[in-house]
């Protein structure tokens, strides 16, 4: 196996010593097969113990070790050092607060993904014990993609109208309402109408479409933002007009 | 042990200057100052079309006649052609997908659809003009 060494700059931030972040530097024999999160194991385990950050599993399900990379926000999981150059600047994800060196507070967020009520809501009785709410493919095809979110953040650190102004209830959240209006199961599109058509809901997206950019599993919450903005639209005309809502 | 988070603030002032991505976004958005001077520029044509006096108009086509306005209009047609109609044209497909069935109608579809639009719209307009 190829050896290469990286000059890894890592930001660190100590709330019990420092005043700000700062970088330090170390240098990491890597296998030219590494990803970043293999490099900062490497560090963790045999140059510096103090460092701090987040992963799970290694292998772009569990969302937790998404890092700016380059300042490009990335799974460092996924994130192959045969693709950098030999100088890699690793920092926590932009646009939330550091908690310890590369790890953020992601408190906002998981309010934020609560607020636009992800799970499937009936207006009519639930169906008989033998029965089930059916589904066709074609059905499940319009929000599929949507469900492949892994919470990593990775879309709220690239979205410059998060990163001003907090209060949007940003990308995963929003796509993740999608996911739900879109479901044929649901009948709560009206319930969340509420919250996505306030000032912080999708009216707030400029379409800078970064999210979608740097999204590593493809959901493309900017699209979805965007439907929404043509769903809200249609609605807000259905109930001026007192014609019923539907699923469209 | 208690926590004290650092917080790193995105400047207003300089924040697309921070990647590529934000300044394309940007120049997208800059067209916005084009937009405004066109919408201007209607309401002057207007103006002179209602005032009945055909040395007002006269005057407003002379005033977009010189070379430096003929320069500017072609410069801005190219901007708007770039940082507008182009990028809008490739997001369309993501406000508007198709779904037939169980598949999406490839996007291409879509984008397409939209410049044929567009060339049967401009030539709607220059035959309106009496140009062809």
């Known amino acids: 196996m190829k050896i290469r060494e990286l000059e890894l700059e890592v930001m660190r931030y100590d709330p019990e010593k420092d005043d700000e972040p700062w970088f330090q530097t170390y240098t990491v024999p890597c296998n030219e097969d590494w990803v970043i999160l293999d490099a900062i194991n490497y560090v963790k385990d045999n140059l510096d113990t103090t460092l701090a950050y987040r992963w799970s599993c290694h292998m772009m399900v569990c969302g937790s070790c998404g890092m700016m990379i380059n300042g490009e926000p990335s799974l460092t999981c996924k994130t192959f050092i045969r693709d950098l150059p030999d100088k890699v600047r690793v920092e926590p994800l932009e646009n939330f607060p550091v908690e310890r060196d590369l790890v953020v507070v992601l408190d906002d967020v998981m309010q934020k993904l609560h607020k636009v009520q992800p799970y499937i809501i009936r207006k009519d009785d639930p169906p008989a014990e033998d029965q089930e709410y059916i589904q066709s493919r074609g059905a499940l095809a319009k929000f599929k993609q949507l469900t492949m979110c892994i919470n990593c953040m990775c879309c709220y650190a690239a979205c410059p109208q998060y990163g001003l102004d907090n209060n949007f209830i940003g990308p995963a959240a929003l796509a993740l309402a999608h996911r739900y209006n879109k479901d044929s199961r649901d009948q709560g599109q009206s319930d969340r109408l509420d919250i996505l058509a306030d000032y912080d809901g999708v009216w707030d997206c400029s379409f800078v479409g970064a999210c979608s950019e740097v999204c590593p599993k493809h959901v493309d919450p900017a699209a979805a933002i965007q439907q929404m903005k043509v769903d809200g639209a249609v609605e807000f005309w259905k109930q001026k007009m007192g014609i019923p809502g539907d699923k469209s | ?132």
């Open chain 2, 1 to 132: 042990m208690s926590r004290k988070p650092y917080v790193r603030t995105m400047s207003t002032t300089t924040w697309y200057m921070r990647n590529g991505r934000y300044k394309v976004y940007v120049l997208r958005e800059l067209t916005s100052f084009l937009v405004a001077f066109y919408c201007f520029l209607t309401i002057f044509a207007l103006a002179a079309l209602a005032s009945d006096s055909p040395d007002r108009w006269n005057a407003f086509l002379a005033s977009q006649q010189g070379t430096g306005m003929v320069i500017f209009h072609a410069l801005a047609l190219l901007y708007f052609l770039f940082f507008q109609t182009m990028p809008w044209f490739k997001l369309a497909p993501k406000a508007m997908p198709v779904q037939l069935g169980e598949k999406k109608l490839p996007d291409s579809f879509i984008i397409i659809g939209h410049y044929v639009a567009w060339v049967i719209l401009s030539a709607f307009i220059f035959w309106l003009a009496g140009v062809i």
